[in-house]
């Protein structure tokens, strides 16, 4: 069913919720059960949770020495993210587990964009170089392993859809525009989604079998388009 801008409503107001600000950057908000997680700002940016079955308003997890935090993953009963811990702004993949309210260091790499896909994580980390230094990492929970796939250019706003991930980068057509593309770990291989180029390409955004992402050509505004993968 389509949105017709008639049929919303307040999901919670929280009148003793004491963050002071709301983050506003990518993948702070993930769900596990009926519990969900975001980030939130009081004095420092921590992650919040909320029982949407229960009563309460949210409570702060009692996260220790982790600033930076964003990219918010849930896969199966735990809970991902990339946050800071030594004032390096370098952001790690660290795991929150609600079982035992603990949170563990998963990969010292530098995260960014961090996605799921098939139960596995994925993201971009950052070198010590320029373009072509930001491979695509993935992370596989099952044996603790990291492997990494080169990127031509940097990539952004990584997401996960019917076994690929898709991703904003550098056009090889024309290098001063930009680009969706399809990395498919089976095969390793990053192909240009032909049509895709614009000034701006990011937001990806996958619901049910579709692919959402927004471009803009400057200086117009953004423009909300679905890859068709028939």
Do not use: C
């Not at 929280?14 to 975001?38: L, M, N, P």
């Not at 596995?120 to 230094?133: C, E, H, I, K």
């Not at 990539?155 to 090889?172: F, M, Q, R, T, V």
């Not at 390793?188 to 992402?213: C, K, N, W």
């Amino acid at each position: 069913m389509a949105f017709d801008g008639s049929d919303f409503s307040l999901a919670k107001g929280f009148t003793d919720f004491s963050a002071t600000s709301w983050q506003d950057d990518r993948g702070v908000i993930a769900a596990i059960g009926t519990e969900i997680y975001f980030v939130a700002a009081d004095s420092g940016a921590g992650i919040w949770s909320w029982d949407t079955a229960g009563s309460a308003d949210p409570a702060k997890l009692s996260l220790t020495g982790l600033t930076l935090i964003r990219d918010l993953v849930a896969v199966g009963d735990k809970l991902y993210f990339a946050a800071d811990s030594d004032i390096d702004y370098k952001r790690e993949l660290w795991e929150w587990d609600p079982g035992t309210n603990s949170q563990s260091q998963v990969s010292s790499s530098a995260v960014l964009d961090l996605t799921e896909l098939d139960g596995d994580l994925y993201f971009v980390t950052v070198g010590d170089g320029g373009p072509g230094d930001n491979p695509i990492a993935k992370y596989d929970l099952s044996t603790s392993t990291e492997t990494t796939s080169a990127v031509a250019n940097i990539a952004w706003d990584l997401e996960g859809h019917n076994g690929k991930i898709y991703y904003g980068s550098e056009s090889a057509i024309d290098s001063s525009m930009y680009a969706a593309w399809e990395y498919d770990p089976s095969s390793g291989t990053h192909t240009e989604i032909p049509g895709t180029i614009a000034d701006e390409v990011d937001s990806f955004t996958s619901i049910g079998d579709s692919l959402y992402y927004l471009t803009k050509n400057l200086p117009g505004n953004y423009d909300l388009y679905t890859i068709d993968f028939a």
